[in-house]
């Protein structure tokens, strides 16, 4: 659990409404500088449970006294006796004096200037300038040049290759003590600048040199509707800088007295900051610096973090390795011999080595680059320096390389220097180009929905409605069989789109060149032919444009087969969880998909004559037509499958684990509130760009409704969101959604709203609860497939494991 330390509330006392100190005024303890627009506020202060007194910069509106800034964070006062003002000398300095008039804090103005004042400005930044000179940026000192703990937007992190100014953040001691501490997030200079997180002089982590679109370890550094970002290296100054997103959120980077550089955004709805920790720093194990010693890669194996040597390297001291000190690294096998050439070897999606000791050259090609670094006998390892528009420049390492890891996304090529005996022997051994296998987590979704609990016994309890009576009204086209079984090559393989809950699905073409999509039936309904024509009729008459439209059916002795239109954007599943077709899918397209399928099936539920439960709504149920409008099939499957569905209780529990909610997996108990479980989970997956099934995290074993709840209850719930929409979303509207989802899924059918609702919440008409814990937030020891005679347990989020009843 995250503490936030450095996050103080106090009374602010008295307050006055200027931002400026002339010369000859000052600031006393209980007066303060309000900034123009009162985002900030400039005073003393006391941390947390300090009765010492510090004078610094806090938020004003939001936050509600949240300190950015420390001046005397070295030198507290021990009483009230503080008053800043500037000098007397008239040059320009801030000085901080004491009751004896000692100077406790002064700023080092680098030059005098004519009537100096100090003005606070709405960026949070002091700044102490001429008088004489209006608008001039041309300050004589800044604190943003002495930044504390905290990286407001528009600070720059890194260092004045001129003047030497480093600009860093460094940590509290505690929340109670804002004295510089050992931890400093900062931009190291030396070699090819990199970004660094610090402990006294020991480096914790290396997100690394900057390769055009991010720290080359922090993938995760992604365009974001919150801030843009900035990297400038010159011969004159090297920095990091992010600027807020007009009308975004408050946003800012602090280093924390555990030694966590994290970024925090304000949330309007909790009143918090809320950690953003996808733009954050160490994630797993494998960030801890060098952790596996030289010529060696860290990979992360589910939870633990694994050490491999280089190819053509073998462990330094193998004893130590198989015992798990892994800090001396590897050595090379075959020694190099730069004389008569030696070649290279690539290694793919790394994050690059430590670049302390390296040399970049902006200009030349990786060609180049390869050509460079063969003609140098101590050059290691080459890489591109920019990944942009396919790469360019040339990074050259002269020394071991030391702290590499293997990125899933957004690492890069390095190749590393090697006897040319090893490379036969690499390429021997791998005669075609290796291929680093990726783990994938595969879902069994799509394979079986079908989960038989009990025996295959139907009740056949139909009740006529009175609806049926008026068939004659309209004819349902019935197809004959051989017109069907053309149409789709005879129900060939090719033809087969999927699997769904009651049987496969087929492509065909009629004809008349019209094309369909055919459901066939699992037998053995035994359902009559009569039965099923009414039942069909029924569902034809349900016409909504967020369903698919039903074109007729066909029937052959024991073989029920429905015909729908065929749509040719496939369903939602073929693209929220494609990692490219997902990014065709922006906010706005997937708000609209969201609003359509709550429009479809609070058709389903309310307004058609019949109440029909979907009983199996999942995102590969749900397609799209070319305009992406979302349409909802397979509904209304049970009752032209047959089963019972007045009452609310089932022999066979049809649908798909990870859109089931928990009384109906377990107790085989449905109602409309069944598919609003199925609809929160679609909403989050739609959210997130992920699957609730299969859904795997480092840090738990929750799946993603346990991960959204978890993120919720954080008041983090903004890392929920895709990060492949970047900034094209609205942060409400993707909350809103998030809230939505999470209180469809809760645990206990009576506390989710019924549809109706739900689409009022999701136009934002109505105002939304706070929701409970969710149903099946954990998913570990769920039976992968069907199970009729299983004594497998659920998991059940109040930790109850409850057992599957056989034969119900
Ligand atoms: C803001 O600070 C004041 C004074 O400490 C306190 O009374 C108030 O509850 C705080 N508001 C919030 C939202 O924390
Ligand atoms: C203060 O707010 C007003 C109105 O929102 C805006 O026009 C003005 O530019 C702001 N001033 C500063 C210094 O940000
Ligand atoms: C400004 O005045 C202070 C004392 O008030 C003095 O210590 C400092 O050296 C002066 N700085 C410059 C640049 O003259
Ligand atoms: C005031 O500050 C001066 C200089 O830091 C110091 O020598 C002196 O002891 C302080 N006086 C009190 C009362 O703290
Ligand atoms: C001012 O300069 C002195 C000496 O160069 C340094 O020790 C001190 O930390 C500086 N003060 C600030 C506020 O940067
Ligand atoms: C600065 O502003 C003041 C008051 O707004 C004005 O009187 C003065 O002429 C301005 N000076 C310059 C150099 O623009
Ligand atoms: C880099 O390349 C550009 C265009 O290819 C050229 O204009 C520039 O002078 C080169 N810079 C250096 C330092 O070689
Ligand atoms: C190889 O590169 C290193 C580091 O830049 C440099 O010091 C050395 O002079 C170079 N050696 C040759 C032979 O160019």
């Known amino acids: 659990m995250l503490i936030i330390y450095c996050f103080l509330f106090y009374t602010i006392r008295t307050t006055s409404t200027q931002d400026t100190l002339r010369l000859g005024q000052s600031i006393r303890d209980g007066e303060t500088l309000v900034s123009a627009n009162e985002s900030f506020e400039l005073g003393f202060f006391s941390p947390g449970k300090s009765k010492s007194r510090y004078l610094g910069i806090w938020y004003k509106k939001i936050a509600n006294g949240t300190v950015t800034w420390v001046?005397?964070?070295?030198?507290?006062?021990?009483?009230?006796?503080?008053?800043?003002?500037?000098?007397?000398?008239?040059?320009?300095?801030?000085?901080?004096?004491?009751?004896?008039?000692?100077?406790?804090?002064?700023?080092?103005?680098?030059?005098?200037?004519?009537?100096?004042?100090?003005?606070?400005?709405?960026?949070?930044?002091l700044v102490v300038k001429s008088g004489n000179d209006n608008d001039s940026?041309?300050?004589?000192?800044?604190?943003?040049?002495?930044?504390?703990h905290v990286l407001l937007p528009g600070m720059k992190l890194g260092v004045n290759l001129v003047t030497g100014l480093n600009r860093f953040i460094s940590s509290w001691k505690s929340a109670d003590d804002p004295a510089q501490d050992d931890y400093m997030?900062?931009?190291?200079?030396?070699?090819?600048?990199?970004?660094?997180?610090?402990?006294?002089?020991?480096?914790?982590?290396?997100?690394?040199?900057?390769?055009?679109?991010?720290?080359?370890?922090?993938?995760?550094?992604?365009?974001?509707?919150?801030?843009?970002?900035?990297?400038?290296?010159?011969?004159?100054?090297?920095?990091?800088?992010?600027?807020?997103?007009?009308?975004?959120?408050?946003?800012?980077?602090?280093?924390?007295?555990?030694?966590?550089?994290?970024?925090?955004?304000?949330?309007?709805?909790?009143?918090?900051?809320a950690p953003f920790l996808s733009f954050s720093g160490l994630i797993d194990q494998c960030d801890n610096y060098a952790l596996c010693g030289t010529y060696a890669i860290c990979k992360m194996n589910s939870n633990s973090a694994e050490c491999e040597c280089?190819?053509?390297?073998?462990?330094?001291?193998?004893?130590?390795?198989?015992?798990?000190?892994?800090?001396?690294?590897?050595?090379?096998?075959?020694?190099?011999?730069?004389?008569?050439?030696?070649?290279?070897?690539?290694?793919?999606?790394?994050?690059?080595?430590?670049?302390?000791?390296?040399?970049?050259?902006?200009?030349?090609?990786?060609?180049?680059?390869?050509?460079?670094?063969?003609?140098?006998?101590?050059?290691?390892?080459?890489?591109?320096?920019?990944?942009?528009?396919?790469?360019?420049?040339?990074?050259?390492?002269?020394h071991e390389l030391t702290d590499m890891k293997i990125l899933s996304e957004g690492g890069q090529d390095l190749y590393i220097r090697m006897a040319t005996s090893e490379l036969d022997n690499f390429e021997r051994r791998n005669p075609k180009k290796k291929k680093k296998v990726v783990p994938i987590i595969t879902s069994v979704l799509l394979a079986t929905g079908v989960i038989l609990i009990g025996a295959f016994v139907y009740a056949r309890k139909k009740k006529r409605r009175d609806q049926g009576n008026r068939k004659e009204e309209m004819e349902l086209p019935i197809f004959d069989w051989k017109s069907i079984a053309n149409a789709t090559d005879n129900f060939?393989?090719?033809?087969?789109?999927?699997?769904?809950?009651?049987?496969?699905?087929?492509?065909?073409?009629?004809?008349?060149?019209?094309?369909?999509?055919?459901?066939?039936?699992?037998?053995?309904?035994?359902?009559?032919?009569?039965?099923f024509k009414n039942e069909v009729l029924l569902i034809a008459k349900l016409q909504h444009r967020n369903l698919v439209k039903l074109l007729g059916c066909c029937m052959k002795r024991d073989e029920r087969m429905l015909i729908y239109e065929y749509l040719p954007n496939k369903s939602l599943a073929d693209f929220i969880f494609d990692g490219t077709r997902r990014k065709l899918l922006d906010w706005s397209k997937r708000c609209q998909i969201i609003g359509g399928i709550a429009r479809g099936l609070l058709y389903l539920h309310q307004d058609s004559r019949l109440r029909i439960i979907h009983r199996d709504l999942k995102a590969s149920n749900v397609l799209l037509d070319n305009e992406m409008n979302p349409k909802i099939s397979d509904f209304g499957m049970a009752r032209a499958f047959g089963v019972d569905q007045t009452e609310a209780n089932t022999n066979r529990v049809v649908g798909t684990y990870g859109y089931m909610p928990p009384e109906y997996a377990i107790d085989g108990l449905f109602s409309v509130k069944s598919d609003v479980f199925s609809f929160g989970v679609l909403v989050l997956e739609l959210v997130y760009g992920t699957r609730n099934r299969g859904f795997h995290h480092v840090d738990h074993h929750h799946n993603l409704l346990g991960h959204a709840w978890r993120l919720w209850t954080e008041d983090r719930p903004v890392e929920l969101i895709d990060k492949s929409l970047e900034d094209t979303y609205s942060l409400s509207e993707a909350l809103r959604c998030i809230q939505v989802g999470l209180l469809c899924v809760q645990q206990r059918p009576e506390d989710r709203p019924n549809m109706a609702s739900v689409v009022l919440m999701l136009s934002g008409e109505r105002s939304l609860p706070q929701p409970k814990q969710p149903g099946f937030f954990t998913e570990r020891n769920l039976p992968e497939s069907e199970s009729s005679s299983s004594n497998q347990t659920f998991h059940s989020s109040n930790q109850i494991t409850v057992s599957l009843i056989e034969g119900r």
């Open 71 to 125: 001046a005397n964070r070295n030198a507290p006062l021990p009483d009230r006796s503080g008053v800043l003002s500037i000098s007397s000398q008239g040059n320009g300095t801030l000085i901080l004096q004491n009751s004896t008039n000692g100077i406790v804090w002064s700023s080092n103005a680098s030059r005098t200037a004519q009537n100096p004042v100090a003005v606070l400005l709405e960026s949070g930044n």
């Open 137 to 148: 940026d041309n300050f004589l000192w800044q604190s943003f040049d002495y930044p504390t």
């Open 185 to 273: 997030y900062e931009i190291d200079p030396r070699g090819v600048p990199q970004a660094m997180l610090l402990k006294g002089s020991t480096i914790r982590y290396r997100p690394g040199s900057w390769n055009g679109l991010h720290w080359t370890g922090m993938p995760q550094l992604q365009p974001n509707p919150v801030y843009t970002f900035e990297y400038v290296s010159n011969e004159k100054e090297v920095f990091y800088r992010f600027t807020l997103i007009k009308s975004s959120v408050p946003s800012m980077m602090v280093v924390s007295p555990l030694g966590e550089s994290q970024r925090y955004t304000w949330m309007e709805q909790t009143q918090k900051w």
């Open 310 to 398: 280089l190819e053509g390297f073998e462990p330094k001291s193998p004893r130590d390795w198989k015992l798990l000190d892994k800090t001396d690294g590897c050595v090379r096998r075959t020694k190099l011999d730069c004389e008569r050439g030696d070649g290279f070897l690539k290694r793919e999606s790394v994050k690059l080595p430590d670049t302390r000791f390296s040399r970049v050259d902006k200009n030349i090609s990786l060609f180049e680059c390869k050509e460079l670094c063969s003609k140098n006998c101590s050059c290691t390892a080459y890489a591109n320096a920019d990944v942009r528009g396919g790469g360019s420049g040339c990074l050259l390492w002269f």
């Open 492 to 531: 060939s393989e090719e033809n087969k789109l999927g699997e769904g809950g009651f049987g496969p699905v087929y492509k065909g073409m009629l004809i008349d060149g019209q094309e369909i999509a055919v459901k066939r039936l699992s037998k053995s309904s035994g359902q009559g032919v009569e039965e």
